[in-house]
């Protein structure tokens, strides 16, 4: 008796095919989105930029400025900085500095596509005589021939002219900072020389805080304002002694002088900022 070998097998699939093309799934095309990129990055600034124009300018960044902005006593908001529609930086003229104050990146964060034209424009706009920035730098990931541990990292500093006399260090190479900071320095030492706005000699200087963790990827994507990511417990990470002196070091590298930081009651506790709505500063105007 003739056996068939195939019998006890699973009968073979059949493909069904379509006449209209519009019917058959491409996996290919399904979902394909062309990636952002500088130009899609819409940057405004609200507030009457002309009282900002050729002052000193400190720039307050991510965890770091969210710690300094709570006990740096900054007053009402008088403008911000919108990108696509979302406010990513909160401008500020405390009396008691004769800087313009911008804290960035504290209630969200700028992908890095959108960081180049951010910077780009701040400084066209606002036109400062010279720059200081306050940053943080991954402990864990800072290469150096003596690594030593967070609680005995240095505050460190790159300044795109000369250097600093006080005891903070220098952030030397390899190491490179990816944050919007980088942008900042980037623009004042390549385009200072040959821009009448910025003038030649303006001058950059960044001012980082060693941080225990490395941070996450910037974001694909703008995220739309997180208020309440002011309270999310950034400001047990430093001593109050070291926000001292770095905004000692943050001022002094714009050749100012001003009063102690006193924020040192809130470090550990977390107070969250008075917030107030503003019309004029799109999603509504802060006071720190």
């Known amino acids: ?23 058959e799934y491409n996996p290919l ?34 965890d770091a400025g969210k710690v300094w902005a709570k006990g740096a006593k900054l007053g009402e908001q008088s403008g911000a900085v919108m990108v696509n529609g979302v406010q990513v930086g909160l401008l500020f003229n405390p009396s008691w500095t004769k800087s313009n104050v911008l804290v ?65 260090h220098p952030f030397s190479p390899p190491n490179l900072i990816q944050s919007t900071s980088a942008s900042f320095l980037s623009i004042i030492s390549t385009l200072a020389p040959l821009s009448s706005d910025l003038g030649a000699s303006s001058a950059g200087t960044l001012i980082l805080l060693p941080t225990p963790h490395i941070p996450p990827p910037p ?43 006193e924020g040192g009651k809130a470090v550990g506790i977390g107070e969250k900022p008075k917030v107030g709505r ?3 500063l799109g999603e509504g105007g802060m006071y720190i």
């Open 1 to 23: 008796m003739d056996i068939d070998p195939l019998a006890d097998t699973v009968p073979p699939r059949h493909a069904v095919e379509s006449d209209e093309e519009e019917d």
């Open 104 to 168: 960035s990146e504290v209630t969200t964060r700028l992908p890095v596509w959108a960081m180049y034209n951010y910077a780009d424009v701040v400084l066209a706009s606002l036109k400062p005589s010279s720059m200081a920035l306050l940053d943080t730098y991954a402990t864990p990931a800072y290469i150096t021939a003596n690594p030593v541990p967070f609680h005995e990292a240095p505050i460190r500093y790159l300044r795109t002219k000369g250097s600093l006399s006080s005891n903070v």
């Open 219 to 261: 974001p694909s994507s703008i995220a739309p304002t997180n208020i309440s990511s002011l309270d999310d417990g950034a400001e047990a990470v430093w001593e109050a002694r070291v926000i001292r002196e770095a905004q000692k070091v943050l001022f002094g590298a714009n050749k100012e002088v001003v009063g102690e930081w």
């Open 29 to 62: 095309s399904s979902g394909v989105q062309s990636k952002p990129k500088a130009g899609d990055a819409e940057v405004k600034i609200l507030g009457d930029t002309k009282s900002f124009e050729g002052r000193t300018l400190v720039i307050a960044s991510g």
């Open 278 to 280: 503003r019309g004029d």
